[in-house]
Nanobody, 124 residues
Framework: QVQLVETGGGLVQAGGSLRLSCAAS????????MGWFRQAPGKEREFVSA????????SYADSVKGRFTISRDNAKNTVYLQMNNLESEDTALYYC?????????????????WGQGTQVTVSS
């Protein structure tokens, strides 16, 4: 069983930065693939970024490539999402997800554990 808690959301102006954190409970964190997803009002949940259990492989949605960076610290049971040059289109509720699945980490259905989300609002 894994419990996830996201923090770091907030209100920021366009062009600004935020760093989201996702703290995981349990001793098996290093064996989990981790992902970030987001959902804006009236829209479906979408993939943002993912990182393999070793941290050696990362992936990003085209809309955030070059602006967002995912990383993990297995010693702290935490995954991060550094978001730079934020745009109004990035406004959404951001969710952290975890699972032992090893492929297709861009698919939300492959994750069995989810956090409660943290709100990111970008003002233009």
């Amino acid at each position: 069983q894994v419990q996830l808690v996201e923090t770091g959301g907030g209100l920021v102006q366009a062009g600004g930065s935020l760093r989201l954190s996702c703290a995981a409970s349990g001793r098996a964190f290093s064996s989990y693939s981790m992902g970030w997803f987001r959902q804006a009002p009236g829209k479906e949940r979408e993939f943002v970024s993912a990182i393999s259990w070793t941290g050696g492989r990362t992936s990003y949605a085209d809309s955030v490539k070059g602006r967002f960076t995912i990383s993990r610290d297995n010693a702290k049971n935490t995954v991060y999402l550094q978001m730079n040059n934020l745009e109004s289109e990035d406004t959404a509720l951001y969710y952290c997800a975890a699972d032992r699945y090893r492929s297709r980490l861009y698919e939300a259905d492959n994750y069995g554990y989810w956090g409660q989300g943290t709100q990111v609002t970008v003002s233009s």
